[in-house]
């Protein structure tokens, strides 16, 4: 899909700060927009934002309700006419370790970082087969997709699954003119990991202000996005740690997981030593 112009897409998680980037970057290549958040006030404050040169909708609904999902595609397609476009943008998170979560937890992010996606993307098939000119679904998985990060279990967990999904998908659907691309990001300077649920909050905290100030601004990965559509790449690495992490599994595939277990081990013991217990 070479041009964006006039094209419609749907993009999840539209209020958080790559979808907030990726809105811009899209508009600014001539996009129309149906913006998803369960954010009321974002989505109203980036639709605000956003150039008035093409139609932008606004749908305030939490993606955890599956049930509902299909209705939503349904009315953005009654709106908008053709759909072009997915981007599975939204997740969710819980810094903890296995043990210590609810199941609550547990089906908290596998609904929005992984049940939704595959709903969102089954009810707009129909919507995407028949869209002039192709069109392309976009799912943002993770470098916690190709390594498993301590503390992250189901989140990578769901990455890894969007991962493979989309690698299946973007063979599935070539011969209907879909494209279909899989965005591994790595550290990004947003507030993902601000005040969710964590074993240890201060710890979480911390990670959270380390991500702002080195991680990779999220009008990269916009960027990344748009290119990957207007290419037709089927995976695209963004960030100095994500690349990195992928060349060093291809290399010496053990020694990522080896080098993580070692830190988490060692900080577990020390945790211990200082009477916090077990994490």
């Not at 990726?22 to 927009?33: D, K, P």
């Not at 749908?59 to 759909?83: M, N, W």
């Not at 965005?183 to 947003?190: S, V, Y």
Request: proline share 5%.
């Amino acid at each position: 899909m070479r041009s964006l112009d006039d094209k419609l897409f749907i993009l999840t998680g539209a209020a958080g700060g790559i979808g907030r980037a990726t809105a811009h970057r899209l508009r600014e290549a001539g996009a129309r927009l149906a913006l998803v958040d369960r954010d009321e006030a974002g989505l109203a404050h980036l639709a605000a934002a956003l150039p008035a040169t093409r139609a932008t909708s606004v749908h305030v609904i939490d993606l955890a309700a599956l049930a509902e999902l299909p209705a939503l595609v349904q009315a953005i397609a009654d709106e908008h006419g053709h759909i072009h476009g997915l981007i599975n943008n939204a997740g969710l998170t819980v810094h903890r370790s296995f043990p210590n979560l609810a199941l609550r937890e547990v089906d908290a992010v596998l609904d929005v970082d992984l049940r939704a996606v595959l709903h969102l993307t089954h009810a707009a098939l129909p919507f995407l087969r028949r869209a002039p000119g192709g069109a392309h679904v976009v799912n943002v998985s993770s470098i916690a997709g190709v390594v498993a990060y301590p503390l992250q279990s189901v989140y990578s967990t769901s990455k890894f699954a969007l991962r493979g999904f989309g690698n299946a998908l973007h063979i599935e659907l070539a011969p209907l003119g879909i494209g279909v691309s899989t965005i591994l990001p790595g550290t990004i300077a947003t507030s993902f990991l601000a005040d969710v649920p964590s074993d240890d909050p201060e710890s979480s905290q911390k990670l959270a202000e380390l991500m702002m100030r080195y991680g990779s601004s999220p009008d990269r990965v916009a960027r990344a996005i748009v290119h990957a559509i207007r290419r037709g790449l089927r995976e695209r690495y963004v960030g100095w740690d994500s690349i990195l992490s992928r060349l060093i599994a291809r290399v010496a595939p053990g020694l990522m997981p080896s080098l993580l277990r070692y830190v988490y081990l060692k900080d577990q013991l020390g945790r211990r030593a200082a009477g916090g217990g077990d994490a």
